[in-house]
């Protein structure tokens, strides 16, 4: 089955620093990938998707310069919250698009990001 | 309004009861209409994905769509301790992008 991993799942940092997160797709390719963000006991909100070799397209309220996507290739996609503060501290969660059914959307495992 | 509405629970039940979630919306350009189980600090894993009104089932889980009255519901029957987890339905008009439910908290008691 299609299988989306995320590096790191864990990470702390102190803030002001840039954190990246890795989203890939291990056995499929993926042109569009979805960056959700989760907070405690909440749903998932999409923050933005990432299409293969084109910027990304952010949601409302989104600010494009703190969190900076990149969908290098057809497995790979970045997500760097920039000077990070402890308000960005959330669970960060990618998706891959299927090529199978539509819209079936396979989802990563999350990284948890703590910004102290 | 939100476009998905979902009970957040908690729900509680013991072993065996029969479960049912429901979620409502507003938008009727939806077309794609999900439901995905997360436990904690995990991802979201995909159980149901029905794109027409009525009935679909596998195994325990059935899931119902009434595109009329803008209404989704997953059923679970003879519900296990291993089913509980946060049940969250979402929804797509057809370009990709999901809308999620608050997502209910269920909790099946041994």
């Known amino acids: 089955g299609a299988v989306v991993s995320q590096h790191p799942s864990w990470v702390i940092c102190k803030s002001g620093t840039s954190v990246k997160i890795e989203c890939r797709s291990l056995?499929?390719?993926?042109?569009?990938m979805f960056w959700y963000r989760q907070f405690p006991k909440q749903s998932l909100m999409l923050m933005a998707t990432?299409?293969?070799?084109?910027?990304?397209?952010?949601e409302q309220g989104v600010e494009k310069d703190k969190f900076l996507i990149n969908h290098a290739s057809l497995t790979l996609s970045t997500l760097t919250v920039t000077s990070a503060h402890p308000e960005d501290s959330s669970f960060y969660i990618c998706?891959?698009?299927?090529?199978?059914?539509?819209?079936?959307?396979?989802f990563g495992p999350g990284t948890r990001l703590t910004v102290l | 309004q939100k476009e998905v509405e979902q009970d957040p629970g908690p729900l509680s039940v013991p072993e065996g009861a029969i479960v049912s979630l429901n979620c409502t919306y507003s938008?009727?350009?939806?077309?794609?209409f999900m439901w995905y189980r997360q436990y904690s600090r995990k991802g979201p894993e995909l159980l149901m994905y029905?794109?027409?009104?009525g009935n679909k089932e596998d195994g325990r889980f059935t899931a119902q769509v009434d595109k009329s009255s803008k209404y989704i519901s997953l059923f679970i029957r003879d519900s296990q301790p291993s089913d509980s987890a946060t049940y969250l339905c979402a929804m797509s008009e057809g370009e990709g992008k999901l809308i999620f439910g608050q997502g209910t908290e269920l909790s099946v008691k041994p």
């Open positions: 056995d499929f390719q993926a042109t569009t």
């Open positions: 990432s299409n293969e070799g084109s910027k990304a397209t952010y």
């Open positions: 938008n009727s350009a939806f077309q794609y």
């Open positions: 029905t794109y027409s009104s």
């Open positions: 998706s891959a698009l299927g090529q199978g059914k539509d819209n079936e959307q396979f």
